[in-house]
């Protein structure tokens, strides 16, 4: 079964400028979720997603960052303008709905994309 | 809120030696999950053990072991007899239970701490 995965690995951009980060969750979760580290910081929590549904969003920083899940598939995180404080790595996670967890539905996470804003 | 605090930013074991990872959190909630990951060079996140708040039996798993003191609100990590593979960065993270519903939690994580492991 393929894992969470991140599409860039790596982005570098300028200040200013847009990037849309991809997430592909495990087949079938229902739960989506993206955090961020900031150089050397904790990995803070920015938002989830229930289906195609934003569950929580208290962890968005500011209006400059937009996610989406349509279809409740796949989820991007679209950046705009960047500027240099969002430098990071940003993980997505998944997790299967709550009703078919035996105990605890587990975060599974992807690789991260490492975002360099210049 | 939540907090998790790992003060150990950066530890340096040599190849064999037991090494400890320090974890103190801070929650209101009665009931809590307590996680720890690692993150080895390739970036993913590596779930390694979760631990329910009303079980502070401490636990055992090979070279692993943890343990749990909800007196003092620490949740430390000890690895025994290091190898260089365990060279990593080590998460630890903090999850409330949301009540009978069991929806899915969001994770409260430290800063984490660097481990490297000298031949």
């Known amino acids: 079964e393929a894992g969470v995965t991140q599409f860039p690995s790596h982005s570098v951009i300028e200040k200013g400028q847009t990037v849309t980060l991809r997430c592909d969750p495990i087949?079938?979760?229902?739960?989506l979720y993206w955090y961020r580290r900031v150089m050397g910081k904790e990995i803070k929590f920015l938002l989830h997603?229930?289906?195609?549904?934003?569950?929580?969003e208290s962890g968005m920083p500011n209006n400059r960052f937009l996610a989406e899940r349509t279809g409740g598939t796949y989820s991007t995180l679209k950046v705009q303008p960047a500027e240099l404080e969002d430098s990071g790595v940003y993980f997505c996670?998944?997790?299967?709905?709550?009703?078919?967890?035996?105990?605890?539905?587990?975060?599974?996470f992807g690789p991260g994309t490492r975002l360099t804003v210049l | 809120a939540q907090k998790v605090t790992q003060a150990q930013t950066e530890i340096s074991v040599v190849e064999k030696e037991d090494v400890t990872l320090d974890c103190v959190y801070e929650?209101?909630?009665?009931?809590?999950?307590l996680f720890w990951y690692k993150q080895p060079p390739s970036g993913e996140l590596v779930f390694l053990i979760r631990?329910?708040?009303?079980?502070?039996q401490n636990e055992i798993s090979g070279r692993y072991s943890w343990n749990f003191q909800k007196s003092t609100s620490s949740f430390n990590f000890t690895i025994t007899a290091s190898q260089v593979v365990d060279s990593a960065v080590y998460f630890c993270?903090?999850?409330?239970?949301?009540?009978?519903?069991?929806?899915?939690?969001?994770?409260?994580f430290g800063s984490g701490t660097q481990l490297t492991v000298l031949p």
């Open positions: 996670a998944s997790s299967q709905d709550y009703r078919r967890a035996p105990t605890y539905n587990e975060q599974f």
């Open positions: 993270a903090l999850s409330e239970i949301k009540g009978s519903s069991g929806s899915a939690r969001q994770l409260t």
């Open positions: 997603f229930v289906k195609e549904s934003k569950q929580d």
């Open positions: 631990r329910n708040s009303f079980d502070e």
């Open positions: 087949s079938g979760h229902d739960n």
């Open positions: 929650t209101r909630d009665t009931t809590y999950y």
